[in-house]
Nanobody, 125 residues
Framework: QVQLVESGGGLVQAGGSLRLSCAASGRTFTGYIMAWFRQAPGKEREFVAM????????VYADSVKGRFTISLDNAKNTGYLQMNSLKPKDTAVYYC??????????????????WGQGTQVTVSS
């Protein structure tokens, strides 16, 4: 099993920044994909960003491209989501998720067996 624990959420004004962390423990893989998803009240969960552990092919949702940066520190078994220029529409619960090989569609949450508990991000106008 893999345990994921997110941290770093909070309340920030529009235009501000936050950095989310996702600490992984438990079973290890030779390779994996880490992704961030978010879910706003009354809306479906949506893909935000992903990064593979074994190369730098990062992918972002159009809504966050240029503002968010996903990264991994494999030595610390921790992933990060740096969020800049935050907007009220970024308000949501943010979840990190991990999938191991064989990789499936990275933008679909249903293909990720491991999830964190979520961290609330609230952006005020």
């Amino acid at each position: 099993q893999v345990q994921l624990v997110e941290s770093g959420g909070g309340l920030v004004q529009a235009g501000g920044s936050l950095r989310l962390s996702c600490a992984a423990s438990g079973r290890t893989f030779t390779g994996y994909i880490m992704a961030w998803f978010r879910q706003a009240p009354g809306k479906e969960r949506e893909f935000v960003a992903m990064v593979p552990s074994h190369h730098d092919n990062r992918v972002y949702a159009d809504s966050v491209k240029g503002r968010f940066t996903i990264s991994l520190d494999n030595a610390k078994n921790t992933g990060y989501l740096q969020m800049n220029s935050l907007k009220p529409k970024d308000t949501a619960v943010y979840y990190c998720a991990v999938q191991s090989p064989p990789y499936r569609n990275y933008y679909l949450g249903s293909y990720y067996p491991y999830w964190g508990q979520g961290t609330q991000v609230t952006v005020s106008s």
